[in-house]
């Protein structure tokens, strides 16, 4: 899921799920090549995935530009 250290302490406080409905987190990292500690709620099946649900907020850029109509 990772390849490093510091991606994995940036997204420590995201939360994790399965495809069958357990939900869960990152404890720690492990090592420097992006192993990880998680803490799932139950145990897994061995058909389980693990989902991380990213996502950013992107809001439209608004740009005003002062538009007066002058007689002519």
């Given at each position: 899921?990772?390849?490093?250290?510091?991606?994995?302490?940036?997204?420590?406080?995201?939360?994790?799920?399965?495809?069958?409905?357990?939900?869960?987190?990152?404890?720690?990292?492990?090592?420097?090549?992006?192993?990880?500690?998680?803490v799932?709620?139950?145990?897994?099946k061995?058909?389980?995935?693990?989902?991380?649900?990213?996502?950013?907020r992107?809001?439209?850029?608004w740009?005003?530009?002062l538009?007066?109509?002058?007689?002519?």
């Amino acid at each position: 899921m990772f390849f490093n250290r510091e991606d994995i302490l940036w997204f420590k406080s995201v939360k994790l799920h399965t495809k069958y409905g357990r939900r869960g987190h990152i404890r720690e990292p492990l090592g420097t090549h992006g192993h990880m500690k998680c803490v799932i709620d139950g145990q897994l099946k061995s058909q389980d995935t693990i989902f991380m649900n990213l996502y950013k907020r992107a809001l439209p850029k608004w740009t005003y530009e002062l538009y007066l109509l002058t007689p002519e």
